[in-house]
């Protein structure tokens, strides 16, 4: 086989148990392009040979199209040592040139084959030749052995191979391995399995075990014989396709969102030859709150619940994803119906039982659970939340009441039957709750709301309290965990700071849609401010100092994060301020807007010199004094920053940054002449601290908006 120069399609397949659904599709997708990685990197992968995953519940595979046989002649030039170390005067090879040939494997070479060459110091040893190729049987071992090696893995199992004493470590017992080239078996081993052509169907709709003829018939008969879809994207692709035949047959839907692809996935990952059936329930239990009844159909069970296409309305019915196909599936449909109808009795009764106290009463009961040992209880979280929430509602306008309301309601569902279940249903559950006791609308809205990752509607009149609620509870988190040590590091955020500052943010950028922040508004609702505010509400010595600095600076962070689609200078110019949250979108246009100005450049070179010259004054600076003006340019610049400052300053606090910054603009030629005609740095100190103190008003008439020393190229 080795000396064979022509392609074959090549099959790799490891049969193992049950591997874990939700790692299925990753651990295909790694296995397949670390073993075409390898056999890529080792030349024995013909041009334009194409891959394809394949990973069912109890196998991981792949096909390739066109693999050599063995990889062409490889040409190699390999440095040895230095002349004066490997060679005598007599210019025979020394020992320990024979030594380090035979140590790479070149122990066949003469002098005719090694060559000469300077690295510019001195003249060094090298060996050129050509190698012959390596062998598919070789290459493949070491990529087997790799891709087993780089598997992301989520948990290893170790386990005993059948001759009892050795053991072995892989996510599940591997029991069987089949390499293919074309027709011909390729010899390899992995975790005590020599490899063959052997390979098992569907543990109960094929006869077992069967032959793989060849690579290129591997799916045919994985499916024919075996009654296995192999590829998972195909066998994906045929469940959603038999979901909504089923769906629209019956008039209805199987909704969207990610949790109808994340199931889908799963489900995939869980059937070998998937077919769908439709099974119901009885509708009394509709009479629960339909979140209750979907979250255990899905995610105890793995049905997929059917909703009226228009309304949206929960049915009673839902469709089972099996993985077996008879003529009569009764009895499966049947089992399923008597499996779930269990399940949904407990929902019924938990929400029953929850019902049977008031949401209010709950509250004190948050006192005996923990929110973190150096936070104190939920409930004295809660009093937190309370206290931001006030404060909070104060300055929107809000009916403080309602936003106390909401505060103290807000985590009494926690202790629930129905929470205590399916943690999913937080703040749900709580709305349901509030609601059947009668509480304001708002009030109900808001605690259903709060643990939304973001807000992306604006806020109107009748929403303010769900987002007085959304902003203190990130708050709360934000200050507290962070002020306890918690940062996040690299990919460890456990208490979700990253996304508790992307939902403030939001939370600023739809009260500006909703026309509660508005641009000229520079005081409501400052983050410094309300971070200070926010730590206020903790026992003193809980917080490290700096606490509320760090996080408004992660914050800001955040958004910098959230902001690649726009230039990055511009980004950087607006956020260098550390600007009201509800004005950076309108300051990042107004900055960009300017960017495109011809003047832009020039200014921003100069605002750029300007903050140098501020930073190394070696003296507080002055008033400006227009006594001390001796050159015309200055007095020119002088009366052009007059003439254009409070015009300026007044387009500023009426949020017309991009006209604020066209005003500025206008001074160009002043800021230029100046530049030229004027030598700053003088050696009389009055004069230099006014010149100084000139550029220091301009500076800050052109930095209101932005740093434009940030757009200096």
């Given at each position: 086989m080795a000396s064979q120069p022509s392609t074959n399609p090549l099959l790799v397949e490891l049969l193992t148990e049950e591997l874990p659904p939700k790692a299925l599709q990753k651990l295909g997708q790694s296995f397949a392009e670390s073993l075409r990685a390898s056999l890529a990197q080792q030349h024995l992968l013909a041009e334009g040979c194409t891959v394809r995953a394949l990973a069912t519940p109890r196998r991981l595979a792949a096909v390739f199209d066109a693999v050599l046989g063995q990889a062409p002649e490889q040409h190699y030039t390999e440095k040895l040592m230095p002349v004066k170390v490997g060679l005598t005067a007599e210019r025979e090879m020394t020992p320990a040139l024979i030594k380090k040939l035979q140590a790479k494997g070149l122990d066949g070479l003469s002098m005719d084959d090694l060559i000469v060459e300077s690295d510019g110091k001195q003249d060094i040893l090298f060996a050129r030749g050509v190698a012959a190729g390596e062998t598919l049987q070789a290459g493949l071992q070491k990529a087997l052995d790799q891709a087993i090696a780089q598997l992301p893995i989520p948990k290893v199992m170790r386990y005993q191979l059948a001759d009892g004493v050795t053991s072995v470590r892989f996510v599940r017992p591997a029991h069987g391995l089949v390499a293919l080239w074309g027709n011909q078996v390729v010899p390899v081993q992995a975790l005590g399995l020599q490899s063959g052509r052997s390979t098992q169907g569907h543990r109960f709709m094929s006869d077992g075990s069967f032959e793989i003829i060849s690579a290129d018939s591997y799916e045919n008969q994985l499916l024919e014989q075996g009654k296995v879809m192999a590829g998972?994207?195909?066998?994906?692709?045929?469940?959603?396709?038999?979901?909504?035949?089923?769906?629209?047959?019956?008039?209805?839907?199987?909704?969207?969102?990610?949790?109808?692809?994340?199931?889908?996935?799963?489900?995939?990952?869980?059937?070998?030859?998937?077919?769908?059936?439709?099974?119901?329930?009885?509708?009394?239990?509709?009479?629960?709150?339909?979140?209750?009844?979907?979250?255990?159909?899905?995610?105890?069970?793995?049905?997929?619940?059917?909703?009226?296409?228009?309304?949206?309305?929960?049915?009673?019915?839902?469709?089972?994803?099996?993985?077996?196909?008879?003529?009569?599936?009764?009895?499966?449909?049947?089992?399923?119906?008597?499996?779930?109808?269990?399940?949904?009795?407990?929902?019924?009764?938990f929400f029953e039982t929850d019902r049977g106290m008031r949401l209010e009463d709950r509250v004190p009961q948050l006192a005996s659970s923990v929110y973190h040992n150096k936070l104190g209880s939920v409930l004295q979280r809660v009093e937190r939340i309370r206290k931001i929430a006030i404060h909070i509602a104060g300055q929107l306008g809000a009916d403080p009441a309602r936003a106390d309301r909401a505060a103290l309601l807000a985590k009494a569902d926690l202790n629930s039957s129905m929470v205590g279940e399916f943690p999913e249903l937080q703040g749900i559950m709580g709305a349901y709750y509030a609601e059947a006791d009668g509480e304001p609308a708002e009030v109900v809205e808001a605690i259903r709301q709060q643990y939304r990752i973001r807000l992306d509607a604006p806020v109107t009149e009748t929403s303010r309290t769900c987002a007085v609620l959304f902003m203190a509870e990130r708050l709360e988190v934000l200050v507290g965990i962070w002020g306890i040590g918690l940062v996040p590091t690299g990919e460890r955020d456990?208490?979700?700071?990253?996304?508790?500052?992307?939902?403030?943010?939001?939370?600023?950028?739809?009260?500006?849609?909703?026309?509660?922040?508005?641009?000229?508004?520079?005081?409501?609702?400052?983050?410094?401010?309300?971070?200070?505010?926010?730590?206020?509400?903790f026992d003193a010595g809980t917080l490290a100092d700096g606490t509320t600095d760090a996080v408004a600076a992660f914050i800001y962070e955040r958004y910098r994060n959230q902001l690649s689609a726009h230039d990055r200078n511009v980004v950087d110019a607006v956020l260098a301020l550390q600007p009201p949250l509800h004005q950076v979108l309108g300051r990042i246009q107004a900055c960009a807007d300017f960017a495109q100005r011809p003047e832009a450049e020039s200014l921003a070179a100069a605002n750029k010199r300007i903050t140098n010259l501020l930073k190394k004054a070696d003296s507080d600076i002055s008033e400006v004094d227009a006594s001390l003006f001796t050159e015309a340019a200055e007095k020119a610049l002088a009366d052009r920053i007059g003439e254009l400052a409070p015009v300026a300053r007044q387009q500023f606090d009426s949020g017309d940054f991009s006209g604020a910054l066209a005003t500025l603009a206008s001074s160009r030629s002043a800021v230029d002449a100046f530049f030229n005609d004027v030598m700053i740095m003088v050696e009389d100190p009055a004069v230099r601290r006014n010149r100084l103190a000139l550029l220091g008003e301009l500076h800050r008439g052109m930095n209101q908006v932005a740093d434009l020393s940030r757009l200096a190229q």
């Open positions: 998972f994207e195909t066998r994906r692709a045929d469940i959603l396709k038999q979901l909504h035949k089923q769906a629209d047959t019956l008039g209805a839907s199987i909704g969207e969102g990610p949790e109808v692809e994340a199931l889908l996935d799963e489900v995939t990952a869980l059937v070998e030859h998937p077919t769908v059936y439709v099974g119901e329930f009885d509708p009394q239990f509709l009479r629960v709150p339909p979140e209750c009844l979907i979250l255990t159909m899905r995610l105890n069970q793995k049905y997929f619940p059917l909703f009226e296409p228009h309304s949206g309305k929960l049915t009673h019915r839902f469709l089972i994803v099996s993985n077996m196909q008879v003529a009569d599936p009764s009895h499966i449909i049947e089992g399923n119906q008597r499996v779930v109808r269990p399940r949904l009795a407990d929902a019924q009764f456990p208490y979700g700071l990253r996304r508790a500052a992307l939902g403030l943010i939001s939370a600023y950028e739809q009260l500006a849609a909703g026309g509660l922040l508005a641009l000229n508004d520079h005081t409501t609702l400052q983050l410094d401010q309300l971070l200070a505010f926010t730590a206020s509400t």
